[in-house]
């Protein structure tokens, strides 16, 4: 079983995924340890010389002004848990709550926090024993998920609710069957347990991963649609892409290539047409765009999990504590809203590409991709199903960032980044939709042009499709079918595909 050492170097994207999918452990170092403890001296050291440090020895929020006296300083730690842990909606999906919980652990590891190694500790044996937190889907600002994070820290303290063995369970239930002690909070390790952002980046990592996946794969479905059309090449000829050099564009260009490496489109007079539509034409330029995207987005996430973004941060080798706004992510929110318009872009292109298969004055096949003529539909409602699918990310496509004010006492900014990413997640299962829809609508073209010579990708991704969808002849009811090559899509069946060599 892989270990990923918090606090031993940096952790990546891949570290997260690793630890929410595949039961990777997580542990903290040995310098982390230490690192940790020596901060926790300092907040131990600020908290007995009653020195003003907020949510130590001073309120939260609009409190700030009120002192917090020595004796109540334990169980306002706890409180402060019990009192921000509120939300609504439906809980996350477990895979974004291992995330969270890793996101935060692995910055805690970083002793900004001034916690005690203890709740490191107890976060990873959570996490490898499978207690899983009940965490709203709703109700974060994005000025740190203050209350999403509060829900998740519950059951480390015996209280909330919390998965377990596939059963939903109290939080100390959850926590005595797993065999892992709660915790009880002392000054300071309540609020940094819930100020962090903990919860946007562990989902952002696993939507940034998936997307990463998918958009290779799209490559892969526009290259057959494009020997099932009979595309041109020429856009994505070297020569014509560096000519401009558009972000993204040159590797999206070279992806594209690689899967219609063997293809006979590429020699004189085997492509139809001169210039096609600008759903196959300009198909480098969006994809191209979707990964500049996606380079935008990645380091917002890595930093939420390598970086103390703690308020106030415990600086242990200056030996001081300071108020900070490092919980706060608009950057992060602007790169996911930007992501989703750039999947909004690519969700557009890919249900034209459907449509055009199914056109036969454009393709130049039967029509809607079916021999029976006028009576039946064939598959001309993939078109209408792409289309719909399309308009739904369209209006997940609304910049979160945009709603970011806020009247809620002294905290008067919201960068909304977890409706960002959440929007984003969305956004990524719908695409996976789409890209269903046009490998389904692009293996019926491929089989009735049948190319005398085609790419190895094309034919493995037709082959693939088969294993699920037969070709279709008479007409039949395709939801299913959609829906499991989705799901095969989502659980990486195609991935293989793609290896330009065979």
């Known amino acids: 079983m892989t270990t990923i050492l918090l606090g031993g170097g940096d952790i990546a994207m891949g570290d997260a995924v690793a630890v929410a999918r595949r039961a990777a452990r997580a542990e903290l170092s040995p310098d982390a340890r230490a690192a940790m403890e020596r901060a926790r001296a300092v907040v131990e050291r600020f908290s007995a010389e009653d020195r003003p440090v907020y949510g130590l020895t001073r309120g939260l929020g609009g409190r700030v002004g009120r002192e917090v006296g020595k004796g109540e300083r334990g169980d306002y730690s706890r409180v402060t848990v019990l009192a921000r842990a509120c939300g609504a ?29 203890l709740i490191v500790d107890t976060l990873c044996a959570m996490l490898e024993a499978g207690v899983h937190p009940w965490v709203p889907s709703i109700g974060s600002l994005g000025a740190s998920d203050l209350a999403l994070c509060a829900n998740m820290a519950l059951p480390l303290l015996g209280e909330g609710r919390a998965e377990h063995g596939g059963v939903w369970l109290d939080g100390a239930e959850a926590m005595r069957r797993a065999g892992v002690a709660a915790v009880e909070p002392l000054e300071k390790e309540g ?190 409602l993939l078109s209408l199903a792409s289309e719909t699918l399309s308009k739904e990310i369209h209006m997940l496509g609304a910049p979160a960032s945009l709603q970011d004010g806020s009247s809620h006492n002294v905290e008067d900014h919201a960068p909304m980044t977890w409706l960002a990413v959440r929007q984003a997640d969305r956004a990524v299962d719908l695409l996976r939709r789409i890209a269903a829809c046009e490998l389904i609508a692009a293996a019926q073209a491929f089989d009735m042009r049948a190319p005398a010579r085609a790419s190895h990708v094309a034919h493995a991704l037709r082959d693939a499709v088969r294993e699920t969808v037969p070709p279709l002849d008479g007409d039949r009811s395709m939801t299913h079918e959609a829906a499991a090559v989705a799901d095969a899509i989502a659980g990486g069946r195609f991935a293989a595909c793609l290896d330009a060599t065979g």
């Open 191 to 380: 609020l940094a347990l819930c100020s962090a952002s903990a919860v946007s980046a562990g989902l952002g990592a696993l939507a940034l991963h998936d997307l990463a996946g998918l958009l290779e794969l799209m490559d892969g479905i526009a290259a057959l649609t494009f020997e099932a059309f009979r595309a041109n090449p020429s856009p994505i000829d070297p020569r014509v892409v560096m000519a401009r050099g558009a972000p993204g564009q040159a590797r999206a260009a070279q992806s594209l290539r690689e899967k219609l490496a063997g293809s006979a489109l590429f020699e004189p007079g085997e492509p139809r047409r001169v210039q096609d539509p600008i759903s196959l034409r300009c198909v480098s330029q969006v994809h191209g765009a979707l990964r500049a995207a996606l380079d935008w987005c990645e380091p917002n996430v890595v930093v939420e999990l390598n970086g103390a973004g703690d308020n106030p941060v415990v600086l242990e080798r200056d030996g001081d504590i300071l108020s900070t706004g490092n919980f706060h992510t608009p950057a992060m929110a602007v790169a996911f809203d930007a992501l989703t318009l750039a999947m909004a872009q690519t969700a557009t292109m890919a249900a034209q590409r459907v449509g055009r298969l199914l056109q036969n004055r454009f393709t130049g096949l039967p029509e809607s991709l079916t021999r029976h003529g006028a009576i039946h539909a064939g598959l001309g």
């Open 89 to 117: 909606g439906e809980p996350l999906r477990a895979e974004a709550v291992r995330a969270a919980m890793f996101a935060r652990a692995s910055a805690m590891a970083r002793g900004g926090s001034g916690a005690r190694p």
